[in-house]
C-alpha cells in the first residue's frame, strides 16, 4: 500500500484549522453551559424570591362565590368576578348595609382591593369595627370612605361613632371628649369629631381627588399598624390618623364594605387582598 504524504504547508493548514474548530466547539459548550447554569440560578432565584411589597398577602375573595361572606343577598351578588352591590329604585335600602368577611377580627394589616362606583354612588371599606346590632348587616367604626363624586373618597370616616376622623389630605391626631361628655354625639360638629387635631396637610384636597377616576376602577388600601390608620388610592396616601383617644378607638375588629342609603347605586368590589401584620 502505497502512502500518500500531505505536503508540509498544507498539514500546518489543516491543524491550524482543526485546532481552531476545537476550541470554537470548546468555547461554545462552555458558553452555552454557563448560559444554562446563569439561566437554571435566575429560575432558583425566582422562584425563591418574593417582593416584600406583596409578600404575605391572601386573596379573600375567590372571584367566584360569596363563600366566607355575610351579607344581605338582595343587595349583594357575584358579578364579572367582583363582589357587586346594587340598590334600584324598586329596591331601596332603609339603613346602610354592609358585606361582612366572616375570617375574624382584624387588628394589625394591610389590605388591598380594587373599587368601581357608580355617580351617585356612597360606599366605603369597613374595618376594625364592631356589630351595630339594632340594624341587620350593620357594621360601627373606622371606615375608607368611597364616593362616586369623589368629594369623601380616601378620608377617614368613623361609621355611627366619631364621625370625621380624617379629611382628604390630612394627617390628624385624634384626642378624647372631656371627661364631662359621655355622650358621643355631643362631642360632633357638622359631622366631624372636635378631638380632630391637624398635624400636617398630605396635599391639595382637590387634587388629590383629581387621582381618582370617575366611572372606572380605583385601587384602594389601608394600612393600619398600632394606633396609626392609613388610607391610599391609587397608590397615593389620601388620609393618616393617630388614634390618641384611648376612650374609643378600636385596636382590632371586623372588616367589611359597606352601601349606604340614597340614590340607586352601584358599588363593585375585585382582587381583594389581605396582610396581617
Known amino acids: 500500500m502505497k502512502i500518500k504524504f500531505i505536503p508540509k504547508k498544507s498539514f500546518l493548514i489543516l491543524l491550524g484549522a482543526a485546532v481552531v474548530v476545537s476550541l470554537g466547539l470548546s468555547s461554545y459548550r462552555l458558553v452555552s453551559r454557563w448560559g444554562e447554569a446563569a439561566f437554571l440560578l435566575g429560575k432558583a432565584f425566582s422562584f425563591g424570591y418574593s417582593d416584600p411589597k406583596s409578600a404575605d398577602f391572601v386573596a379573600i375573595f375567590d372571584g367566584k362565590s360569596l363563600e366566607g361572606w355575610e ?3 338582595t ?3 357575584v358579578s364579572d368576578g367582583a363582589i357587586h352591590g346594587e340598590t334600584t329604585a324598586e329596591n331601596p335600602l332603609k339603613a346602610n348595609t354592609f358585606i361582612i368577611w366572616k375570617g375574624g377580627e382584624l387588628g394589625d394589616f394591610e389590605l388591598k382591593m380594587d373599587y368601581w362606583i357608580s355617580e351617585t354612588g356612597n360606599s366605603g371599606v369597613q374595618y376594625r369595627s364592631d356589630r351595630f346590632t339594632e340594624v341587620p ?3 360601627r367604626g373606622y371606615q375608607a370612605d368611597i364616593d362616586g363624586g369623589n368629594r369623601y373618597t380616601g378620608q377617614n370616616y368613623e361609621e355611627r361613632k366619631r364621625t370625621t376622623l380624617a379629611y382628604r389630605g390630612q394627617k390628624t391626631r385624634i ?3 372631656p371627661d364631662s361628655i359621655s355622650n358621643l354625639r355631643d362631642f360632633v ?10 398635624v400636617e396637610d398630605l396635599g391639595d384636597r382637590a387634587e388629590l381627588g383629581s387621582l381618582i377616576k370617575s366611572g372606572d376602577w380605583n385601587s384602594i388600601h389601608i394600612v393600619a399598624k398600632g394606633n396609626i390608620l392609613k388610607h391610599y388610592v391609587n397608590g397615593t396616601l389620601m388620609s393618616e390618623v393617630h388614634d390618641e383617644d384611648q376612650k ?29 401584620l
Open 189 to 198: 360638629a357638622r359631622n366631624a369629631w372636635q378631638g380632630l387635631n391637624l
Open 137 to 139: 348587616y350593620a357594621l
Open 75 to 77: 343587595y349583594w351578588k
Open 71 to 73: 351579607y344581605d343577598p
Open 175 to 177: 384626642t378624647s371628649q
Open 248 to 276: 374609643n378607638r378600636m385596636m382590632k375588629g371586623l372588616m367589611g364594605m359597606q352601601m349606604h342609603v340614597g340614590p340607586p347605586m352601584t358599588i363593585k368590589f375585585k382582587n381583594i387582598q389581605l396582610k396581617k
